[in-house]
Nanobody, 122 residues
C-alpha cells in the first residue's frame, strides 16, 4: 500500500515563513509528478504548485515568487512558503502520481495526503 504523510503545518504571523514536507512510502516503483493543493474554508481545492519528475515546476499565480516546491530522491516533496498572507490560510494537501506494484502488476494512481492546516494570522 502507498501513503503520503504531510508535516509542517501550523500558525504563523503575516510575513512569516513555513515549510511543509510530504513523504511517500509503500510499494513504490516510480514517483511521477508531486503537487501541493490547498482548500480554504468554504472553497474548492486549488493547485498551489507542482513539480514533475524532471524537476520542472509550475505555480499558482497567487503564490509565484513566494512559494517554492522541491523534491528529493527519497520520495519526499517540500513546499517552502515565504511572505505568508492571511489569504494563504487553508488546509494544504500533498498529491502524487505514483506507479506502484499491486500484486504482479504495476499501476499508476493518484494519491493524496491527509492534509495539514496552515493558519496565517496575527
Amino acid at each position: 500500500q502507498v501513503q503520503l504523510v504531510e508535516s509542517g503545518g501550523g500558525l504563523v504571523q503575516p510575513g512569516g515563513s513555513l515549510g511543509l514536507s510530504c513523504a511517500a512510502s509503500g510499494n513504490i516503483f516510480s514517483l511521477n509528478a508531486m503537487a501541493w493543493y490547498r482548500q480554504a474554508p468554504g472553497k474548492g481545492r486549488d493547485l498551489v504548485a507542482r513539480i514533475r519528475s524532471a524537476g520542472d515546476t509550475n505555480y499558482a499565480t497567487s503564490v509565484k515568487g513566494r512559494f517554492t516546491i522541491s523534491r528529493d530522491t527519497n520520495n519526499t516533496a517540500y513546499l517552502q512558503m515565504n511572505s505568508l498572507k492571511p489569504e494563504d490560510t487553508a488546509v494544504y494537501y500533498c498529491q502524487a502520481d505514483i506507479y506502484y506494484l499491486d500484486g504482479e502488476y504495476y499501476k499508476l494512481q493518484s494519491f493524496w495526503g491527509q492534509g495539514t492546516q496552515v493558519t496565517v494570522s496575527s
